[in-house]
C-alpha cells in the first residue's frame, strides 16, 4: 500500500500540521484524492490549485518539493481542493484561463473557453489576413475570448460581442478593460445578429449553443452542473440556434465576407447542407480541430 493511501484511510488531510506537509507530498496526496472523486488529471488539477494557493507559477513547484507549507497556505489551498473535488471546473476555482495569447477572468457567468475555439479564431485570422481594415461580430461572445482574440491579432477596426446574457456581457467587458481593448470591441445584448440588424460586417463568428438537452446526461459534472445552460442547450437536436444564425447572418454579412461557426460533434454536415441549400453561400467548408473531428464550418456570402 502506498504512503498516501495509507495515509488517507487512517485519516490525514492536509487539515493537520504545516510540518508533516511538504509542497510534494500535498500534491500527492491531492491528486489522488481528486481522482478518488472522478477528477480526471488529478496530479495536474493538484499542481495548478496548489500553484494558485501560493501564487506562483505551477512549474516553479518543480523547484521547492522539499519546501514545509505553513498553516496558511494550507488554509488557503485547502477550499480550493474541496471546490475541485466537487467536480467544480479548474477554471472557476482559479478564475481564469489561457486563449491563445491572452489570460482571461473565467467564472459561471460565461462559458469557458475551450482550446478548439482557438482554431476558429485562426480560421478567421487566416481569411483576413491582407483585406485591410474589417468589422466583425462575434455572436455569443461569453468571456469575449473570440471577439478579444481577434482584436488583439487580426486586422479589425470594430468587433461586436454580442450575447443573450447580460451577465455573460458584464464578465466580456471585464476581460477587455483587462486587455485595453474596450475602444475596438463594442458590447451589445441579444439574441444572434438581431442587436447589429441595421449594420454591415466582413465576418460573423460564433460558437454557439449546439448541445440537445436528450445529451444532458453524458455531459461531465464540470459541465452540466456549472456551466450556463444558455451558453450550452439549442432545443432538438441542438442545431436550433445555429439554422437560427444561417437565416439571420445574410441580413447583415456583405457580399465576400465569412461566416464561420464551431459546430457540435456529427452537426457540421447538417449545418453545410443547410447553407448550400440557401443558395445565398459560396465555398461550403468543413474544417476540423485537433483531434480530427468535424468542429467548424464556414461559408461566404455571394457576391
Not at 472523486?37 to 500553484?51: F, M, N, S, T, Y
Not at 467587458?173 to 445584448?189: F, L
Not at 454536415?269 to 459560396?282: C, F, N, Q, S, V
Request: hydrophobic letters at 40%; a negative charge; proline letters at 6%.
Amino acid at each position: 500500500m502506498s504512503a498516501t493511501a495509507g495515509e488517507r484511510e487512517r485519516g490525514a488531510s492536509p487539515s493537520e500540521s504545516a510540518e508533516r506537509w511538504t509542497v510534494l507530498r500535498l500534491i500527492r496526496w491531492s491528486a489522488e484524492y481528486l481522482e478518488e472523486k472522478g477528477v480526471p488529471q488529478g496530479r495536474l488539477d493538484a499542481e495548478h490549485l496548489l500553484a494558485h494557493a501560493l501564487d506562483v507559477g505551477r512549474l516553479q513547484l518543480y523547484l521547492q518539493y522539499d519546501r514545509p507549507l505553513v498553516p496558511e497556505e494550507l488554509d488557503r489551498f485547502r477550499p480550493l481542493l474541496r471546490r475541485r473535488a466537487r467536480r467544480e471546473p479548474l477554471q472557476h476555482v482559479i478564475g481564469r484561463t489561457a486563449f491563445r495569447d491572452l489570460e482571461l477572468t473565467t467564472d459561471a457567468r460565461a462559458l469557458i473557453p475551450r482550446p478548439e475555439t482557438e482554431l476558429l479564431v485562426q480560421i478567421v485570422l487566416d481569411w483576413a489576413r491582407g483585406r485591410g481594415a474589417l468589422v466583425a461580430a462575434d455572436v455569443g461572445t461569453g468571456t469575449g475570448c473570440i471577439a478579444l482574440a481577434l482584436a488583439a491579432e487580426g486586422p479589425f477596426e470594430r468587433i461586436w460581442g454580442i450575447d443573450l446574457s447580460e451577465d455573460a456581457l458584464d464578465l466580456a467587458r471585464e476581460n477587455a478593460e483587462a486587455h485595453d481593448a474596450e475602444g475596438r470591441v463594442v458590447w451589445r445584448h441579444g439574441r444572434g445578429v438581431r442587436p447589429i440588424a441595421d449594420t454591415q460586417v466582413d465576418v460573423v463568428v460564433s460558437n454557439p449553443p449546439y448541445v440537445s438537452h436528450d445529451e444532458a446526461g453524458s455531459l461531465e459534472p464540470e459541465v452540466r452542473d456549472f456551466e450556463p445552460d444558455l451558453a450550452l442547450y439549442a432545443g432538438e437536436g441542438g442545431r436550433e440556434v445555429l439554422h437560427e444564425l444561417t437565416r439571420e447572418v445574410p441580413g447583415v454579412l456583405r457580399p465576400g465576407g465569412l461566416l464561420a461557426l464551431e459546430v457540435g460533434l456529427g452537426q457540421a454536415p447538417a449545418i453545410r447542407d443547410t447553407l448550400l441549400a440557401h443558395g445565398a453561400w459560396e465555398e461550403v467548408a468543413i474544417h476540423r480541430d485537433y483531434t480530427g473531428r468535424e468542429r467548424f464550418v464556414t461559408a461566404t456570402m455571394r457576391v
